[in-house]
């Protein structure tokens, strides 16, 4: 075999390092470049700033001028104002059924007819012997007259004349006893007749026409409930019964009437019931239903008023943050005179036209930027010209 010369072969071997030294040398260079690229856009870009404080989102709410009504609200039932559980007082066969079951009905109506005739008998054999008897004294009355004028004469006895004077008395009892019959057996007709003793409402009938009723039956024929005017007795506490007393005397509410206090304490609850009477025209209020009464003592005039939700409690008191001109709150101290649902009446801190915070309170302090997200057409964040609102009507 021929051999090759050494130089021939480790000639394609160097130009294959050569190619590598040449292809690093470029890699090395690109990456260079690069950094120094890097290097000049980081020197072109300007510091960091400090990044401004953010406004936080809350709701807010107007300071307002106006009535205030004040309530005491317990825990009350409704009433019957009268309830007559009617039962017939004397025996006999209904004749006649004049309601529905349900209906309303006046005082006076005829409700029940219980069959009169048994007792129209008796009204007359009462007269009849009422007539008989009124003869009988007539006569005995007459023949007093005669014995009496013949004693100056003496044709007749002082004990004779006695005798027809006590027969004319007896007679007379006898016709007044025939009288109390006759007025029995009217009043025996008329309980045959029953009526409504007060204008109600009518239950469910518990009879029908033809049952034989008796006056020793324990059951009611109807039960009538007088729904107008109706009653509501509800309690409160002890200790405000002196001011409810001393408002009884000179007010009077709109959709009903205080009629009366208790004359005693529950010692077990501490509580005592009052009475008031409503005219119930609409039919709302029905008997045994639970209801919550509001008892109006009075109404506070031209009152400052804000939402309770805006009321915040801290170490020094209650406070609450008012809305500045640019937008940043404070923390207000408030003088609270009255807490009535959703409103609370403060004395002092804010006037009307002032603006505050009613929800996000937990993220402010004095100073904190906000941006109101409910403001009403009409109404602003920064604070107006005092002013006085138009005087609400209190809703009874």
């Not at 470049?33 to 400090?50: E, I, R, T, V, Y």
């Not at 649902?341 to 009613?358: P, R």
């Amino acid at each position: 075999m021929k051999k090759i010369p050494s130089t021939v072969a480790q000639e394609p071997f160097s130009r294959l390092i050569s190619v590598a030294r040449i292809f690093c040398l470029l890699w090395l260079g690109a990456l260079c470049l690069n950094l120094a690229g890097c290097s000049s856009d980081d020197s072109k870009q300007p510091p960091a700033q400090a990044a401004a404080p953010r406004a936080v989102s809350v709701a807010v709410a107007p300071v307002q001028r106006q009535d205030v009504p004040v309530y005491l609200t317990g825990l009350g039932s409704v009433t019957a104002f009268n309830t007559a559980n009617i039962k017939s007082r004397v025996d006999g066969q209904i004749m006649q059924v004049n309601f529905r079951e349900g209906q309303n009905v006046r005082q006076g109506e005829l409700l029940i007819l219980i069959d009169p005739r048994p007792y129209q008998a008796q009204l007359e054999q009462a007269q009849a012997q009422l007539f008989r008897d009124q003869a009988q004294l007539r006569d005995a009355k007459l023949n007093l007259d005669r014995y009496t004028s013949l004693i100056p004469s003496g044709s007749i006895s002082r004990q004779q004349v006695d005798t027809q004077r006590a027969l004319a008395d007896q007679l007379e009892g006898t016709v007044r006893n025939d009288q109390g019959l006759i007025d029995t057996a009217k009043l025996q007709i008329t309980y045959c007749h029953i009526t409504a003793p007060f204008s109600g409402r009518i239950g469910l009938r518990q009879v029908d026409i033809g049952n034989i009723v008796h006056a020793s039956d324990t059951n009611p024929m109807l039960v009538l409930t007088q729904l107008q005017p109706i009653a509501v007795i509800f309690t409160l506490p002890e200790d405000q019964l002196p001011v409810v007393s001393q408002h009884m005397k000179a007010t009077t509410l709109a959709t009903g009437k205080l009629l009366t206090i208790d004359n005693e304490i529950d010692q077990t609850t501490g509580t005592a019931k009052l009475k008031a009477v409503f005219d119930n025209k609409d039919s709302q209020l029905w008997p045994n239903q639970f209801v919550n009464t509001q008892l109006l003592l009075e109404i506070r005039k031209n009152s400052t008023v804000l939402p309770t939700a805006a009321i915040l409690r801290g170490p020094q008191g209650t406070f609450v943050y008012a809305v500045n001109p640019d937008k940043t709150v404070e923390a207000r101290p408030v003088a609270v005179s009255l807490t009535q649902g959703d409103t609370t009446v403060i004395t002092s801190g804010l006037n009307a036209g002032d603006t505050v915070v009613t929800d996000g309170q937990d993220k402010l302090q004095s100073g904190s930027r906000i941006e109101p997200r409910n403001i009403a057409p009409g109404n602003h964040a920064t604070p107006r010209a005092h002013h006085d609102a138009p005087s609400g009507t209190p809703v009874s």
